[in-house]
């Protein structure tokens, strides 16, 4: 035993030098130096668990700056007969040079002994903590890391590689993760990052035979105990470059629910010591503990893995489908709903859960008039739903129950037919202006008989009393009919126009058409003052009449909707280039620039709901194409709006 | 000349005899086609000219149209319409008639000068 013991002597008082001579004479593995400074910068390079301090070294500063090593050495004060009265005080182990060498050496087997249940005291100490500090416990962090990945276990290919990310985990810890073939040979091998790459390849030549035998035994979930100084682990020696002392280890099988068959592949994780410390019987249920139901789970994660691509997938399509769902429970609160739901209804989707259904789509305290939730577990006829105030929309809603367990769900299903409402209107708009325009054709017709007999005879009756004579006053009546019958004449005329087919381009005075459009806005004009201007007094361009009629009558009744009927209205007609420009310009409150380019889509509406189609703009600009025309619209806020239409005055210039 | 005015309404083809007698033309008038089918089928000398109103009950202008143009190939022929759209015009000068004058007419007094323009083209 007298080897195990590694001296170091401090000081050149003559105690010392006499010590050394006896320590040497006991082949004592000893050191000398001669200070304490010297002798604690030394422990690195040599390090010894007894210091000998001669009188000359020994002062509490000294004692403290040993007691500050670690681990901190046992200290002696080298004595003659006579102890300084400090050394009392602090009552260290003394060593009497007057001893026999056997006495002298037994002191300081007593000293080292004393060393070594300290030490291993601190070891016992550390390792209690280690192992009930949770956040400290590298098994329980691993697995808790593991059982993290795995959940979110999306990202792996395979369960097997989510287990091989305990690779990063088996990083920050004295652990390895080894994976296994078919015959439980050693395929990779994943260390503790702080160990050298080249300990890494060493595992790769782990003889296949050897260890093959060593992990076959292992079983699934339970926990096997390896120790260096078992000759069957000798393969095991070269597995880390720092000496292990004992290992635990585990085996995980990869059980691969596709083909309801265990897997070839497994993996072996081994959490080792460097300590002579051996594991004990709690770090046995530890790791069984934790680690066992991870082996054992395998499976279930593969099978949560399988939901959550499920329900990725299924969360996936939900959000995909573009018109908008929810599933609500039985008081109309929302549990689930799509993107496009919240685009529907103007919000946030992580903001929907919990919301109620109507007040998000109605703004409503209680449900909807008609509601279909809760009507029929069975599919049924979509439910007409007309939502008012801000988010006002014509929804058509169709609702499912689902039946889980003592809840009931309602898988709601809702398209938004505005527009087709809109086109509805729309259509029957326009079919009324066609059953307008046959009854104006009717009416003209029957209108122009008995119209043109006033006209030609009044006429004629103005060219027969030029020759014959008439009574003045009679000539002035009969002018009074002439002229009604031409003002009717007149309005007939514009009626037809407005209400028959565009006909063909033909060279049109474009004054003579604004005069006639405004003629026809005259009722929304009323407090609007209008400017004309032109710069000829009958430009003329190629256009479709009726067309171009309808064009200013439509932007002459929006600039004038725009101004609130209040302000002024300037058209413009100007030669450019080879066209004809009519702009109309207002001094209303302008188009924000965002919306200024979708004036011309059909459906968009700046004014109130309701008052407008939106395709006032649109028709516009339909008809300025037909015609081969352009229209280009600019807007200053709180300035106004102009538009411009370019017109061919060559025929086919504009084509 | 010789003219024939056929319409329905009294007071149109009234008004057209009285200005095309005063013009110093021989003018005939029917109240409906069938008494113009009549007058045309029996006219021992041809009209010169033919005003007919398009839309009358029973027989239409057009039909009264096609009689004139095969029994009086030279007859001008003016087509009067209250309410027409391209196409009726167009078919119905293809079928012959001169010209299709809308009604009411701009200046009645002005008809017997277009009488004299055709004339002049058909020289």
């Known amino acids: 035993m007298a080897s195990t013991l590694r001296v170091k002597l401090v000081g050149d008082d003559p105690e010392i030098i006499k010590l050394e001579s006896v320590i040497r004479g006991e082949r004592i593995s000893c050191s000398r130096s001669l200070n304490t400074d010297d002798a604690c910068d030394s422990q690195e390079l040599e390090a010894a668990d007894l210091f000998v301090l001669g009188a000359g070294e020994f002062s509490q500063g000294h004692v403290n700056q040993i007691q500050r090593l670690d681990p901190a050495p046992e200290i002696f004060l080298a004595a003659s007969k006579k102890v300084p009265n400090l050394a009392k005080v602090m009552s260290p182990a003394i060593l009497y040079v007057d001893w026999t060498p056997e006495e002298i050496v037994s002191q300081l087997e007593h000293g080292n002994a004393l060393y070594r249940r300290k030490k291993r005291l601190a070891a016992l100490r550390d390792h209690r903590n280690r192992s009930l500090n949770i956040e400290s416990n590298p098994a329980i962090n691993l697995v808790t890391n593991v059982m993290r990945r795995c959940t979110a276990a999306e990202q792996y290919p395979d369960i097997l590689s989510a287990l091989l990310t305990l690779r990063t985990v088996v990083d920050f810890h004295d652990s390895a993760l080894v994976t296994l073939g078919e015959n439980s040979e050693v395929l990779e091998a994943w260390h503790n990052s702080k160990e050298l790459r080249e300990t890494i390849h060493a595992v790769d030549l ?70 002579l410390l051996p594991f004990v019987e709690r770090d046995h249920w530890l790791m069984e503990l934790t680690y066992g139901p991870l082996a054992l ?31 609500i ?15 529907l209804v103007d919000q946030d989707i992580k903001k929907l859960k919990g919301r109620r259904c109507y007040t998000l789509l109605a703004n409503r305290r209680q449900p909807c008039l008609g509601c279909p939730v809760g009507l029929s577990f069975q599919p049924q006829v979509g439910t007409r739903i007309q939502l008012q105030g801000k988010l006002k929309r014509d929804l058509l809603a169709w609702s499912y129950g689902i039946r889980t367990g003592l809840d009931s769900y309602h898988f709601q299903f809702y398209r938004n037919v505005s527009k087709e409402t809109a086109l509805a209107s729309t ?38 009393a030029k020759q014959d004579g008439m009574d003045p006053s009679v000539l002035d009546d009969v002018e009074e009919i002439r002229s009604a019958a031409w003002r009717s004449k007149k309005i007939i005329d514009d009626l037809l126009g407005f209400t028959s087919e565009p006909k063909a381009l033909e060279e049109t005075n474009l004054l003579t058409a604004v005069n006639s459009a405004l003629a026809f806005a005259k009722s929304a004009m009323r407090e609007i003052s209008v400017r004309v201007h032109s710069e000829k007094a009958a430009p003329k361009a190629f256009v479709s009449v009726n067309s171009l009629q309808q064009v200013l009558f439509n932007l002459i009744t929006n600039a004038a909707q725009a101004m609130n009927g209040k302000g002024a209205l300037e058209i413009n007609i100007a030669r450019d280039g080879e066209y004809y420009r009519i702009d109309v310009r207002d001094n209303g409150p302008g188009i924000p620039q965002e919306k200024l380019n979708h004036v011309f889509d059909p459906f968009f509406t700046s004014k109130q709901e309701g008052s407008g189609t939106g395709l006032g703009l649109s028709i516009v600009k339909s008809l300025i194409q037909k015609m081969g025309a352009r229209i280009e619209v600019s807007s200053c806020s709180s300035k106004g709006t102009e538009f ?12 | 000349m010789k003219v024939l005015v056929v319409d329905d309404e009294k007071i149109i083809s009234g008004a057209l005899a009285r200005m095309l007698t005063r013009a110093g033309h021989e003018v005939q008038v029917a109240n409906h086609g069938v008494e113009a089918l009549h007058l045309v089928e029996a006219a021992n000398v041809p009209f010169d000219y033919c005003f007919l109103d398009l839309l009358m009950p029973e027989i239409s202008g057009a039909t009264v149209l096609d009689l004139v143009r095969t029994k009086m190939p030279k007859a001008t022929v003016f087509m009067m319409t209250a309410y027409g759209d391209m196409a009726v ?20 007094t002005k008809l017997p000068e277009l009488l004299v323009s055709t004339y002049r083209e058909n020289d």
């Not at chain 1, 009324?432 to 009854?439: Q, S």
């Not at chain 1, 017109?647 to 210039?653: D, F, K, Q, S, T």
Request: with cysteine; glycine share 6%; proline share 4%.
């Open chain 1, 644 to 655: 411009r239409i370019f017109l061919a005055r060559e025929h086919g210039a504009g084509e």
């Open chain 1, 206 to 275: 782990l003889g296949n035979g050897a260890t093959a035998s060593l992990f076959s035994g292992l079983e699934d979930g339970k926990v096997a105990f390896f120790s260096s100084s078992d000759p069957a682990c000798a393969t095991l020696e070269n597995f880390t470059s720092n000496p292990w002392s004992f290992a635990l280890a585990m085996r995980f099988s990869v059980f691969d629910p596709p083909r309801r068959s265990r897997s070839a592949k497994s993996a072996v994780l081994l959490l080792y010591r460097r300590e």
């Open chain 1, 427 to 464: 259509l029957i708009q326009s079919e009324k202006m066609a059953a307008l325009g046959r009854l104006v054709g009717a009416v003209a017709h029957e209108i122009n008989n008995p119209l043109a007999g006033i006209l030609a005879t009044s006429q004629l009756m103005q060219e027969e």
């Open chain 1, 297 to 327: 789970a395998l499976e279930k994660v593969a099978m949560l893995k399988a939901i959550s691509q499920a329900s990725k997938e299924w969360r996936s399509t939900f959000d995909g489908i573009s018109e908008p769902l929810t599933v």
């Open chain 2, 89 to 108: 015009r167009e078919d119905l000068m293809k079928r012959g008639a001169a010209k299709v004058l809308a009604k009411p007419f701009d200046d009645i």
């Open chain 1, 329 to 343: 429970d039985r008081n109309y609160t929302i549990v689930k709903a799509n993107k496009a739901f919240a685009r």
